[in-house]
């Protein structure tokens, strides 16, 4: 049987998302609770894969994971496998094939504490500069034979509290630290340390290299992940997931 498992983690209590030796993250202590429950064997005979690979000190309430289970699993216990800063909570069973790398659709949130100087109609000016399709060479960092084209979606952006806003990002994909770079972007127009002139050509001239720095991974989070079938919620670890988002709000305050 293979099941398809919607996660939340705090990025921030990790050393990032892919296994590595010698410290702890996010795949790494999924591993480890899937092999302590007798779930699985191993990575290559489950056949464990996962949406997205966020980066260190990113967050997320909605990526997925997907692998060959040994055993049935039920909604129920999803409360056993979740831990303090990792929370399994949606629950499919998939077809054989089911890679959770091609989703519908990808949603991003990045929180942004707003400084009294930053002109917010640069800031939403700037942001539409983003959406539709692009290559974002100068606003990701490319991986070797990675097509820097992509298609944003939509780019819309919410009032949380006086002075913190959420900008929410939608595609089918995104490049490495693609979110981070434009938030940046955004942000140095709307303060006045760079015109929308600059972004636009960055934009315009993939070929000629530009770099506007990036933003800070801790307000990232990755809200969720689509695809054409629903998951089943247990509803008490979902909840307890959320707490992730309210921390991440408070350390702006």
């Given at each position: ?28 202590k ?11 064997k ?10 997205s ?12 994971i ?8 039920e ?5 056993r496998l ?11 069973e ?7 790398r ?12 707003i400084d ?14 983003f ?11 490319i ?9 944003i979606e939509?780019i ?6 006086r ?10 994909t ?21 015109d ?8 315009s001239?993939?070929?000629?290299k530009?770099?506007?720095g990036?933003?800070?991974?801790q307000?990232l ?14 509803r ?13 709000i408070?350390?702006?305050?």
């Open positions: 049987m293979r099941y398809a498992i919607k996660i939340a983690y705090d990025g921030r209590d990790f050393h990032g998302f892919a296994r590595q030796p010698n410290v702890e993250t996010v795949e790494g999924i591993l480890e609770i899937l092999k302590d429950n007798d779930l699985i191993d990575v290559r005979s489950s056949k464990f894969r996962y949406a690979r966020t980066d260190k000190g990113v967050s997320a309430l909605g990526n997925v997907a692998f060959n289970s040994l055993k049935k699993i909604l129920d216990n999803l409360k979740s831990v303090e800063n990792i929370y399994f909570y949606g629950l499919k998939v077809e054989d094939n089911f890679y959770p091609y989703a519908k659709m990808r949603w991003y949130r990045y929180y942004l504490k009294a100087d930053m002109d917010m109609e640069r800031f939403l000016k700037t942001a539409s500069l959406t539709g399709t692009h290559d974002f060479s100068n606003f990701a960092r991986e070797r034979n990675k097509n820097p084209v992509r298609k939509n819309l952006i919410s009032w949380i509290k002075d913190i806003i959420a900008i929410d990002f939608y595609a089918q995104f490049l490495w630290q693609q979110v981070r770079r434009m938030v940046i972007a955004m942000e140095k127009v709307a303060g006045g340390l760079i929308k002139g600059t972004v636009k050509n960055a934009l001239n993939p070929r000629k530009i770099d506007l990036i933003a800070p991974a307000q989070i990755l809200k969720d992940v689509f695809y054409d079938f629903e998951f089943d919620i247990e008490e670890v979902h909840s307890r997931s959320k707490k992730i988002e309210k921390r991440m408070s350390s702006l305050d």
